[in-house]
């Protein structure tokens, strides 16, 4: 059965594009066959695939709306070893459509049912902010991968999106769990990370996942160049950080 896993965070800046296009390719890379649906307006993910959202025929938002499938909007992207499902500043109207639709929280969950068969594992890129777009991805999703610098504001915000994870539980979606929190940009050299650090143990427990993604120079410059870091450095901190990760997830999630 397909694992479908959102990675989502209210706060912008936490690395969260960033980690679902290094941990889809990570996962590809130990052979999974992974999806990655980009919800984000901002295309990140679409273009750190090495896609060009200007040019895009069909994308998520084609889909959302009922106008192609999945199938006919996803792109094979054989260098990084995935396939996305990609979007671009066109997806800011689907906000407005799907207030009116019908399917206004399940559109995404309708879209994805034809495809899931081919796919061991879907990540799905969200906005940072808690919109019907997050919505729709939380109802979808099985689990909850949430990115988090360790700074001052993290837990505050932290707590709001996790309120919003209880109430799509609770209403809409009883299957949904947090499948981990993830410390990234992490310098264990600051006294502010090393704070921030002990909160999240103490109140998380468990959810914190063991992996942190370290700041790198090459994990920032890799989206540059259209590709993961796994595959424009492989051999940086960052790099081998995004593959332990996916090597931690499999276990959690028995991926």
Do not use: W
Request: overall charge negative.
């Amino acid at each position: 059965m397909s694992q479908i896993i959102a990675l989502t965070n209210q706060k912008g800046g936490v690395g969260k594009s960033t980690s679902a296009v290094n941990l889809a390719a990570s996962l590809a890379g130990l052979d999974r066959r992974v999806l990655l649906v980009d919800l984000d307006p901002q295309g990140h993910a679409s273009m750190g695939s090495g896609i060009d959202k200007h040019s895009l025929e069909k994308s998520v938002l084609d889909v959302l709306l009922g106008e192609a499938s999945a199938a006919d909007a996803i792109v094979r992207q054989p260098p990084v070893k995935y396939d996305v499902l990609p979007s671009n500043g066109d997806l800011t109207a689907a906000e407005v459509e799907l207030m009116h639709s019908d399917q206004r929280e399940s559109g995404l969950t309708t879209a994805l049912t034809g495809v899931l068969s081919q796919y061991d594992v879907v990540l799905i890129d969200c906005p940072p902010s808690l919109n019907m777009l997050t919505v729709n991805a939380l109802t979808a999703a099985h689990g909850v991968l949430i990115p988090l610098q360790c700074e001052f504001y993290a837990l505050e915000g932290l707590s709001a999106l996790l309120d919003t994870v209880e109430q799509i539980k609770q209403s809409i979606n009883p299957d949904l769990a947090v499948s981990g929190i993830l410390r990234t940009m992490y310098d264990k050299r600051t006294s502010l990370t090393r704070e921030v650090d002990k909160q999240l143990r103490d109140y998380f427990g468990d959810a914190l996942l063991k992996t942190t993604i370290p700041r790198n120079v090459k994990v920032a410059e890799a989206p540059s160049h259209g590709l993961p870091v796994t595959q424009y450095a492989r051999f940086s901190r960052g790099s081998q950080a995004y593959r332990v990760l996916a090597k931690e997830l499999i276990r959690r999630l028995a991926l």
